[in-house]
């Protein structure tokens, strides 16, 4: 098993991949603290595509997102 690190820690040492991270704590909101990076790749696919582990995981992306949020897509679609 790895070690566990903080998830400004997987930032710096990971940057703009994607993340399978196990034995992972989350905040009320679900953002992970910290856990254990069990795969780590700059293509998404790379880290999807290997096969199921048999424990809970979480996928995330380390660099900043280019989704412009459900508001400003709604907006667009109503005129607003």
Request: glycine content about 8%; aromatic content about 12%.
């Amino acid at each position: 098993m790895g070690t566990k690190i903080t998830w400004d820690e997987m930032k710096k040492k990971f940057p703009n991949e994607w993340l399978l991270i196990t034995d992972y704590d989350l905040d009320k909101s679900g953002h992970v603290l910290a856990g254990v990076v069990d795969r780590h790749s700059k293509e998404k696919d790379d880290v999807y595509r290997f096969p199921a582990l048999n424990k809970s995981t979480a996928f995330r992306f380390t660099g900043k997102s280019t989704f412009i949020g459900l508001r400003s897509h709604a907006g667009k679609h109503n005129n607003v």
